[in-house]
């Protein structure tokens, strides 16, 4: 792996002999916005600000990668060069921790928009920012979720003050159905049997916040359970009547299958990092009444 000041030679020198980058004035509308941020479903909250606006997004962990443990290639570090905007999330997820400041180093006049600066983060059990231990998965609220729209709302009319209208009320319409999925979501899990979900990586502290359930956690500080750690969710997940573990599809599933044979039962994906957000935290709740 390169250190960090060798990857940061690395992506000048190909500021400097690139002229290939995806996104270059020379490719795309001199009056496009390119707003950069950390994963997909928050290319769906810049997308619903933007409307029919020329904008353009940089989501730097692509579909199908986690956040807690993806790397950039140069390539795509050099593409916030033409950036606007990055709108991070600045709830202390390890991407961030550890290219923010890099990229801050690189392009000093990029401004970067702490989208959930107001929001009082969960204690967590390893992830994001180990000091404080709390939990990264700020978005997994739809009422954080508001949060990060407001923010990153107020970042995109500052670049482009002259849009302002457009983009708050762009703004408005979403959050609008926001509170709509949000209602829909308490009234599909409020008469459940049991309010409490048995996951293989804690990703799921705000939504049980929001809807009174309890998340039981097979990953112990970010890494898999311990011998006697599984025994104990094992003999837990029993008492409780739990027969089956929700895993995600961006990481291997391969010891929540084993979990699951321990209590007879299945893995069922749900994904915290799917593009289509609204459409997404429907499927999680559907998935989660149904079981």
């Not at 000091?131 to 997994?140: A, I, L, Q, S, Y």
């Not at 029993?238 to 299945?266: C, D, H, M, V, W």
């Amino acid at each position: 792996m390169l250190s960090q000041w060798s990857f940061i030679l690395l992506v000048s020198f190909l500021l400097l002999t690139s002229g290939c980058i995806s996104s270059t004035p020379d490719t795309r509308d001199s009056e496009d916005l390119i707003v950069a941020c950390t994963i997909p479903p928050q290319e769906e909250f810049i997308r619903a600000i933007a409307g029919e606006s020329n904008v353009s997004v940089l989501v730097m962990v692509p579909p199908g990668a986690s956040p807690h443990t993806f790397e950039p290639t140069p390539s795509q570090i050099a593409e916030l060069e033409h950036a606007d905007l990055y709108v991070a999330l600045g709830s202390g997820v390890e991407f961030e921790n550890r290219w923010i400041e890099r990229i801050h180093k690189l392009y000093p006049d990029l401004k970067v928009v702490n989208s959930s600066r107001t929001i009082p983060l969960l204690s967590g059990s390893g992830h994001g920012d180990e000091e404080k231990g709390t939990d990264p998965h700020v978005w997994m609220s739809l009422t954080n979720a508001a949060t990060i729209v407001r923010e990153t709302c107020d970042g995109m009319v500052e670049i482009e003050p002259g849009r302002k209208d457009l983009y708050e009320q762009n703004r408005d319409n979403y959050l609008a159905r926001l509170n709509q999925v949000d209602d829909s979501i308490h009234d599909s899990l409020q008469d459940l049997s049991s309010r409490t979900i048995l996951v293989y990586h804690p990703a799921f502290g705000y939504f049980c916040r929001d809807y009174n359930l309890t998340q039981m956690a097979a990953e112990e500080a970010g890494h898999e359970p311990s011998a006697q750690g599984l025994a104990d969710l094992i003999t837990k997940a029993k008492t409780l009547g739990i027969t089956f573990i929700f895993a995600e599809p961006e990481t291997s599933t391969r010891q929540a299958e084993t979990l699951a044979k321990e209590l007879n039962g299945t893995v069922i994906l749900i994904s915290p990092l799917a593009g289509n957000y609204l459409e997404n935290m429907q499927e999680i709740a559907q998935k989660i009444a149904g079981h």
